[in-house]
């Protein structure tokens, strides 16, 4: 009489065939997550500025972009003692492997604590930019002051400086 089934050598043959497989598909598995996370991040950073911007339309009031020098972004409403205490709208947290190096306001390279973009209700935005890097990586958040958009460029942060508005005068918001 005959038995059906496996044997245990066709088994540990599978097996062994399955483990193969998974350790060839692992490494490239990681980086295609690995890039869908950082991808997704820069997006919600690029999205944080046009939030921000149509909060301070919406309102009327003027609202901050700031970060917390570790990757983490917050718009909140924009203090008036300068203390950078206002109500938080919205924030996204860091992701791991991401940092910010480098601040820009206007035409100052500044720390991560003095860094807020000032969105005003008239649409514009205060120049300036942050330099996200990643290991081999390196992306410029970049804000258009006479839009007040946002953008994520590869590469490094070019000169932000703007001060020439639409009528022709040179103007500094304070």
């Known amino acids: 009489m005959r038995r059906r089934g496996f044997t245990l050598i066709e088994i540990s ?3 062994v065939i399955l483990a193969m497989i998974a350790a060839i598909t692992y490494p490239s598995l990681a980086s295609v997550v690995k890039s869908q996370r950082i991808r997704s991040y820069l997006q919600d950073v690029e ?3 046009t939030d921000a911007r149509g909060i301070a339309v919406q309102t009327g009031q ?6 917390d020098g570790e990757g983490s972004f917050q ?4 203090s008036e003692d300068d203390s950078g205490e206002g109500q938080v709208f919205e924030q996204i947290a860091p992701v791991q492997g991401i940092s910010a190096t480098s601040f820009r306001l206007g035409a100052d ?6 860094w807020e973009i000032r969105f005003y209700e008239d649409g514009t935005a205060d120049p300036g930019g942050v330099l996200l890097t990643e290991a081999s990586s390196t ?5 258009e002051p006479k839009t007040g958009r946002g953008r994520v460029q590869r590469g490094e942060l070019p000169d932000t400086t703007l001060t020439e508005w639409e009528a022709g005068d040179y103007v500094r918001r304070s």
């Open 62 to 67: 003027t609202v901050s972009l700031a970060s």
């Open 139 to 143: 992306w410029a958040l970049v804000i």
């Open 47 to 49: 999205r944080l500025t």
């Open 75 to 78: 718009i909140r409403a924009s």
């Open 109 to 114: 390279d500044i720390g991560a604590d003095e």
């Open 13 to 15: 043959t599978i097996v």
